[in-house]
């Protein structure tokens, strides 16, 4: 459902045509807040957390020589995996306590080269060890999904899950209209669409999946290689 059909549907279903500004707001908070978990129709955040397979993305960035950090995307959620995008091979995820010893380990805290571990640090990606030059990088994570702006616009989101989004914004709406009925009912609503959503996407990332035992062979054992730097 594009962006018009949804500021009018919801306008039709609170019967409010004047709170086109509202309208707007509660369209670009349901959107994020059903990617990112904080849902008010639930009450604990665990109940909300599902990261859905469409809401992944992947871009790449390019590294600065003598810099240590890039900036992540300004849709990054979490759950990131960063590789070099020439060789497609991945640097080894760590924490910020192992970064910090790796770099002060043997007075090493200016040594540059290729990267090989990362770890996030709030709005950016922090490198190890620093770049010595210009590297791309290919990152994968759950992101926000885009803004929408005009009303043609119509994204992913808005085509798997447009009732989720109308309910969550009608929901809002009778809490601003102080109509404890009306929210209690689109709450309801949203909540049923919500786990129904979140049921679907489960099982459609199992289907077909390979159960079979793995071995070793299966692994890509460079991961485990790059700690011993650590």
């Known amino acids: 459902m594009n962006y018009g059909n949804l500021k ?89 306590p192992e970064l910090d010893n790796a770099y002060f380990a043997n007075d090493d805290s200016t040594g540059t080269g290729k990267p090989t571990n990362y770890s996030v640090l709030a709005t950016q990606v922090k490198l190890h060890p620093i770049p010595d030059g210009v590297y791309s990088l290919t990152l994968h ?38 109509d404890e009925k009306l ?3 689109f709450g309801e609503a949203a909540k049923n669409r919500y786990f129904n959503l979140v049921t679907y996407d489960k099982r459609r990332q199992w289907t077909r999946k390979d159960m079979r035992m793995k071995t070793f062979r299966d692994f890509d054992m460079s991961l485990y290689k790059g700690r011993k730097m650590m």
């Not at 950090?69 to 080894?92: C, G, Q």
């Not at 803004?147 to 085509?159: A, F, N, P, V």
């Open 8 to 96: 009018t549907t919801i306008a039709n279903k609170i019967d409010r045509e004047d709170l086109s500004t509202q309208i707007a707001i509660w369209i670009y908070d349901a959107r994020r807040n059903i990617v990112n978990g904080f849902l008010p129709i639930v009450a604990k955040a665990d109940q909300a957390y599902h990261r859905f397979s469409w809401s992944y993305a992947n871009t790449t960035l390019t590294t600065t020589a003598s810099t240590a950090t890039v900036d992540l995307p300004s849709d990054y959620i979490d759950e990131l995996d960063v590789f070099h995008a020439s060789e497609n091979t991945p640097l080894v995820k760590s924490s910020i």
């Open 141 to 178: 994570y759950y992101a926000f999904p885009e803004t929408l702006s005009d009303d043609s616009d119509e994204k992913t989101i808005d085509k798997v899950c447009p009732g989720l989004i109308i309910d969550l914004c009608c929901y809002e709406a009778a809490a601003y209209l102080h």
């Open 183 to 185: 929210q209690m009912y």
